[in-house]
């Protein structure tokens, strides 16, 4: 019966950074919501220490503790409260700000959709910010320098979105698979390649707007753009939607999301069973690399204002380590930390345009947010959560007892299995010759 | 030293881990503790080293009461542990590893490598243990590290010593250094507590020996009770593997491997020209030391080592009409498939199972349902996956039928596999490869770390597929299974086939075997009687 209690789950120790961060990114839903918690308590506290506000209430506090409180409440209130506005609603411009939000989401929820992929199959992709780079090349050049119908222009600039994406996600999968290179390595690298490759293209002249020398492209043609929905809301949103809809049916739905899965929690057990554990991982890196890639379309084709230029892809990779993370690699969760952090982003401006907060403050927000899902025992502590692992144990004694129980009511020779042990012995015996 | 333990008692939640324990060991004693997987024996040993808290009981010392709030305490006080995972690091050198936490140092707090040396040396020298002070741990057998753990107890001056599962590691051999060296500090007054499952070590080496089974202790016994009455105090019931009904069909053969060849990246030979075959309706089971080469046998044959010669042949029969069942021959052989070098995939397609010997690294996935486990190979084909998509539907009735089928004792298919216990964890792996149509069968290590009622199990069910007709193969260093299982036994020595004999074979004349002695020889060797008694001890292990 105890046999059930040595059950060796997630004894061994984790062998690589990409399967830490597999569990790392698998911790439950629950500390994630508390981790966002947590970060905006801890926010709060920045907020009102960095108020002018607060810190001259602060020198009489023991004469007039009341215009601290009411200076605290203020900063605070006021900061989130034009946080909110910002984010998703205020009473002049209606739900305006959402669709903001909803806008800024959908290059993280793709970025991340392609990280988290990445992370159960125990690879640790930081490479997105490359692949959202050359995407962006590819996707901006058949934006601006074809002339095609409205649609096709659309969709070829979409894929080459992906191609470009795909192409850099696939040599890290390729070195990986024939000479076991580290995939984390070889994708800070290649973020860097990319960089200079696009500042290279941007100073010929086939890149820079007539006439001009600067490094920055023509805006994209009419053609190319992405239809307006509602709002700021357009179909880029509506396709990163249908992307993590992909992506989940292909993870929990096909043989190759199977084999993928199967090689990121047990890379040995996919080999004898034989899968092929090399080309896995650079499906992985082709189909990630593509989905981040297409992040970079709506820093181009959302508004006739875009342009290809060095900052294009912003620290839109980074940020999207953190959206997988929050979001537990799962595609649904991806969704909801992508539009959360869009929604920072979006009331941050406000917050920062409104209340003087610095929008410094939504970065410790991020940060402290990512520093607790690293760490779920630290937010176990701070709320005093059982530990997951004793609940395990605990729903296998459950069980243990339960099959007990069954196995008691079967008549005294019970076929094969451990349970049958516990029949009719005496107590002690004493063998001695 | 003498310890004594009254009524000791741990519990985790309302699992009581140990119950009311009590033990003496005498100065100067190996006691063994002895019990399954899981009967509470590392628990008690954690309690006594300080590790766990005990709820209730208390632990003396030379009928001393003494309390251990850590480690530190329990080795203060002369107790020394070495747990089954070595606690080494790698990089460092063997006097390194013995003084860390307790290093000599000079002025400046400098490390006195010397003196650290000359502490290694010492009782390496004293116990003959053969260990160089400036070796890399990390370049060392695992024998040769256990006994670096030895070294780093005693030379904190422990008076008893706990040895948690030590063989379990070792290869024979090292098994064998290991027990002498139980012995001569047993010699010098060091009090020793072994723990194992092992019935035969602890019959060659122990003073006294005591039984736990779920927490409790069953009883004492002398190393001179039999082995059936201990493995029975052990599990609670009478262990009989027996012996299965052989084969009685003659099938024409299955597997036919010619001239095997296997060398790693170093060039080392792992197989020397291995031939054999294996027909249908026949288990040939490998036996041998572990180390000799029969894991890589198992493995070249799936297809996981690209073999460096010879060829693997697998024959295809059509279905035998009764009328031409006495002319078996060539005639039946409808395809002949080389799998020499080819993928672990197209092998398992081609109608070959395998369990392999380390279940939870190569055999599961943990985080994964015993559905998904249940179908882990077998993704790709029709009845699983249409055209890259799942069959959930015929992926859960699969489990389902399984679950049922094979006793899989779990809450439900849906269960994540690292839930189960080893038995039941195996039952899932010989459950997905026995469900489907196989004309071979590869099991390596079928039962290893598994509990007996699932042991029983497990060899039924490969009885049966041997009955039904599939060439089975097993690979096994234990004898029990061997010549419970086997119709034909194989023994490897070195990468080679010593030979192959029948299965019942005398138990010595195999150990012979083991050894590299050809069979003729053994036999004229076990007949001679006496003469060759060590040679036997030694390789009936």
């Known amino acids: 019966m105890t046999n059930l209690l040595e ?20 911790s439950s839903a629950l500390t994630s919501f508390l981790a966002i918690v947590v970060a905006l308590l801890i926010g709060a506290i920045l907020i009102a220490a960095a108020d002018s506000g607060v810190q001259q209430a602060g020198h009489y506090l023991f004469a007039r503790p009341g215009d601290f409180f009411s200076a605290l409440g203020k900063s605070i209130g006021g900061a989130y409260s034009a946080l909110f506005e910002g984010a998703i609603f205020n009473s002049r411009q209606l739900f305006m700000p959402l669709t903001k939000t909803i806008a ?28 959202i780079i050359l995407g962006a090349t590819l996707c901006g050049y058949l934006g601006f320098g074809v002339n095609l119908p409205g649609g096709l222009h659309l969709i070829v600039c979409l894929l080459g979105a992906f191609i470009g994406g795909a192409l850099w996600g696939f040599i890290p999968g390729i070195l990986k698979a024939k000479t076991g290179a580290n995939e984390v390595i070889v994708t800070i690298m290649l973020n860097s390649v990319a960089v200079f490759l696009l500042g290279w293209l941007l100073t010929l002249k086939a890149f820079q707007i007539p006439g001009s020398s600067n490094p920055v492209s023509p805006k994209m043609n009419p053609t190319a753009r992405f239809p307006h929905i509602i709002g700021n809301i357009d179909l880029g949103f509506l396709l990163a939607l249908l992307a993590a809809v992909a992506v989940w049916w292909m993870m929990e739905r096909s043989t190759l999301g199977f084999r993928i899965r199967a090689v990121g929690e047990n890379p040995d057990a996919g080999r004898t069973a034989g899968m092929n554990v090399a080309m896995s991982y650079v499906w992985v890196m082709i189909i990630g690399g593509g989905l981040a890639g297409l992040a ?133 015996k004493e063998v001695s010759s | ?73 329990a080795m203060a006080a002369g107790i020394g542990m070495v747990h089954q995972h070595f606690m080494l690091v790698p990089v460092f050198t063997v006097a ?33 243990f053969d260990v160089d002070p400036d070796a890399l741990v990390g370049d060392l057998p695992v024998g040769v590290q256990q006994r670096v753990e030895i070294i780093k107890a005693l030379s904190r001056h422990a008076k008893i010593l706990i040895l948690d599962e030590p063989t379990a590691v070792l290869i024979p051999q090292e098994t064998d250094e290991l027990m002498e060296i139980m012995r001569q500090l047993k010699a010098s007054g060091t009090s020793i507590v072994f723990i194992t499952h092992k019935l035969r070590e602890v019959q060659e080496v122990a003073d006294t020996i005591t039984v736990i089974r779920h927490g409790k202790v069953i009883g004492s016994a002398l190393p001179t009770a039999s082995q059936s ?25 299955v597997l036919e491997v010619n001239n095997l060849d296997l060398a790693d990246e170093e060039g080392r030979i792992l197989l020397d020209d291995v031939s054999f075959t294996v027909a249908a309706g026949e288990v040939l089971a490998v036996a041998g030391v572990q180390g000799n080469g029969q894991t890589e046998l198992a493995e070249t044959l799936i297809g996981l080592r690209k073999p460096t010669g010879g060829e693997i042949l697998l024959h295809h029969y059509s279905s035998l009409q009764p009328d031409d069942a006495s002319d078996q021959g060539d005639q039946q052989v409808t395809t002949t498939e080389n ?25 599961v996935v943990h985080g994964f349902s015993i559905a998904e486990n249940l179908v882990l190979d077998q993704v790709d084909s029709a009845q699983f996956s249409r055209g890259g998509s799942l069959k959930m539907k015929s992926i859960a009735s699969n489990a389902a039928r399984l679950v049922e089928e094979y006793d899989v004792r779990a809450g439900s298919a849906n269960a994540t596999l690292g839930t189960l216990s080893g038995g039941n964890q195996q039952k899932v792996v010989v459950a997905r490869e026995l469900s489907r149509d196989l004309s071979l069968f590869i099991a390596s290590q079928p039962t290893r770390g598994v509990d007996i009622g699932s042991i029983d199990f497990i060899h039924s069910r490969i009885i049966q ?66 003469t060759s008694e060590d040679t036997q001890a030694g390789a009936a292990s």
């Open chain 1, 104 to 131: 800024y989401s959908v290059p993280l929820i793709f970025a991340g959709l392609a990280l988290g992929m990445g992370f159960r199959a125990g690879l640790f992709n930081i490479g997105a910010q490359g692949q």
């Open chain 2, 339 to 363: 799998l020499t070098g080819k993928s672990v995939k197209k092998v398992l397609s081609s109608g070959v199972g395998f369990v392999p010997e380390d279940r939870g690294k190569d055999g």
């Open chain 1, 296 to 428: 970079a379309t709506s820093q181009l084709l959302s508004d006739p204002s875009q342009q290809l230029n060095i900052n294009v892809a912003a620290t839109l990779g980074f940020d999207a380590i953190t959206v997988a993370l929050l979001g537990r690699s799962k595609p649904l969760g991806t969704i909801f930390a992508g539009l959360l952090f869009g929604g920072l982003r979006a009331g941050g401006y406000i917050m920062q345009a409104k209340t003087g907060t610095p929008i410094d403050i939504i970065l410790v927000l991020q940060s402290v947010i990512v520093l607790l899902i690293a760490a779920p025992p630290l937010v176990r502590a701070i709320f005093r959560l059982p530990d997951p692992e004793r609940q395990r144990q605990a729903h296998v004694r459950a069980m243990n007892r339960a099959l007990k129980k069954q196995s008691a009511g079967k008549p005294p020779t019970p076929p094969e299995g451990e349970l049958a042990e516990e029949v009719d012995l005496p107590e002690s």
């Open chain 2, 465 to 530: 597929a041997r009955d039904n007709g599939t060439a089975v193969l097993i690979v096994s260093t234990e004898l029990n299974e061997v010549s419970s299982l086997a119709d034909r036994v194989a023994v490897m020595y070195n990468g080679k086939f010593v030979g192959i004999v029948p299965p019942d074979t005398q138990r010595h004349v195999l150990g012979l075997m083991m050894a590299g002695v050809s069979h003729e020889e053994a036999l004229a060797q076990a007949g001679r009687g006496t």
């Open chain 2, 229 to 253: 009455d201990l493995a029975s105090m052990m599990v609670g019931r009478d262990v009989d593997l027996g012996v299965r009904s052989r084969n009685s069909t003659d099938g024409g053969v």
């Open chain 1, 7 to 26: 059950a060796p789950v997630d004894e061994r120790p984790t062998r690589n950074w990409g399967q830490t961060w597999t569990k790392v990114a698998s």
């Open chain 2, 1 to 73: 030293m003498k310890l004594e333990l009254r009524q000791v008692t741990k519990k985790f939640g309302d699992f009581v881990a140990n119950d009311s324990i009590d033990l003496v060991v005498e100065e100067g004693q190996i006691h063994a503790l002895l019990g399954e997987n899981g009967a509470g024996k590392s628990t008690l040993m954690n309690v006594l080293y300080g590790l766990y808290a005990a709820d209730g009981g208390e632990i003396l010392l030379d009928d001393v009461p003494v309390h251990f709030s850590g480690p530190g305490d």
């Open chain 2, 96 to 128: 390194e590893n013995v003084v860390l936490g307790t290093e000599p140092t000079g002025p400046l707090g400098l490390l006195n490598v010397q003196q650290a040396r000359g502490i290694v040396q010492e009782i390496s020298d004293k116990f003959g």
